[in-house]
């Protein structure tokens, strides 16, 4: 027997399964972690990619506002935000003027104590930080329409803002083809309808997903969005299967983009020997809902036989999901039969369709 072990729910599981049966484990690659994260950081911001270092352009009468991905994701915002403070009031702009908004998308609102774990206690007390209001229209401010024909709800605060700075990580994902950049704004500080509008392309663009994909749809839909709220900066990490920080790209929006998504997939770009039977995929560490850990379905989707099973395997503590509550009924339906039922306006929870179909 063949004993396997993948992390779950911060421990190790540990199974054994039949030696003709196992076909090999697949795990992101080893890569080197920043040792000296804090010099390195300070190294990012004095060296920006493809445009000035912060306190060479900002003005001491701009609003500045920070938008930080939520507790959902391994980004070391705590880390990286108070010396971004620091260059910002070597500018001359106050910590007043400065905010930072948690790009929820349409995720649970963030409790206090999930405040603090994110951005650390200090930042906290230097500047407002604050949830993504998407469920209060009045919140949100109507910009029209993207290129692609998105409506667009986007932030209040964020439209008001003078300088717009994005904060995330970047990994392979089957919606945008890799999160990070302007994901941040669509979905992060959108309003559902947006959000939602820009899930469903992902669905009716052809193949199985974007994984892993950088040119496609969805993300040129995104990069307009951002555009459009003027967000031109970003500062975004690549981690590794651990949460270790194994690379920093901050500067100018699609330039540094490009050079992350480069790291993300020499990390998580994985070759596989054959197609299998059967594939256990572990959701670590997507692990605080389905609607998080359903991620790992995807690479397993692309290796699989035709007639296949999946076996997702994740804790989810929060069960299916706090928020999309009817994701679990929808999955019972054909991807034919959602699309009719959202497209004829019966089915209210586009966001929640696309992630059905």
Same mark, same amino acid.
């Given at each position: ?6 992390? =779950? ?168 083809? =890799? ?10 500080? *959108? ?13 009716? *663009? ?42 920093? =790209? ?5 330039? *540094? ?101």
């Amino acid at each position: 027997m063949a004993k396997v072990t993948i992390p =779950f729910d911060g421990k190790p599981l540990r199974f054994q399964v039949p030696d003709a049966n196992l076909i090999e484990v697949l795990s992101p690659a080893r890569s080197r972690p920043l040792i000296r994260l804090g010099k390195e950081i300070e190294k990012a911001l004095d060296n920006p990619i493809g445009q000035k270092p912060l306190q060479d352009w900002v003005r001491p009468t701009d609003r500045v506002i920070l938008i930080s991905d939520d507790n959902t994701r391994l980004t070391p915002a705590d880390r990286i935000i108070p010396p971004m403070l620091d260059r910002l009031n070597a500018a001359g702009v106050a910590d007043e003027k400065i905010s930072c908004i948690m790009a929820l998308g349409t995720h649970r609102y963030m409790c206090r104590e999930e405040l603090i774990a994110k951005v650390g206690p200090g930042v906290l007390e230097r500047i407002r930080v604050f949830n993504h209001e998407w469920r209060d229209p009045a919140a949100l401010v109507d910009l029209g329409v993207s290129r692609h024909g998105t409506p667009l709800l986007i932030n209040r605060a964020v439209v008001e803002a003078d300088v717009v700075i994005g904060l995330g990580a970047i990994v392979p994902h089957h919606i945008p083809g =890799f999160s990070g950049s302007s994901k941040i704004i669509q979905p992060g500080v *959108s309003g559902a309808g947006t959000t939602a509008q820009t899930h469903i392309l992902s669905c009716e *663009s052809g193949g199985d997903s974007f994984l892993g994909i950088h040119d496609n749809p969805v993300r040129s839909d995104m990069d307009d969005i951002a555009d459009r709220v003027g967000m031109s900066t970003i500062f975004n990490v690549v981690l590794d299967s651990d949460g270790r920080v194994c690379g920093l =790209f901050f500067g100018e929006m699609r330039a *540094s983009y490009r050079q992350g998504i480069e790291l993300a997939r020499r990390i998580y770009g994985v070759p596989y020997c054959e197609t299998p039977d059967i594939v256990l995929a572990n959701s670590h560490p997507c692990n605080l809902d389905f609607w998080q850990s359903h991620k790992s379905l995807y690479p397993a989707q692309r290796m699989i036989k035709k007639g296949g099973s999946i076996i997702c395997c994740t804790p989810a503590p929060e069960g299916v999901s706090p928020v999309h509550t009817e994701l679990l009924s929808f999955t019972s339906w054909s991807s034919a039969k959602i699309k009719e039922a959202y497209h004829a306006g019966e089915l209210k929870n586009g966001v929640a369709c696309a992630l059905a179909i």
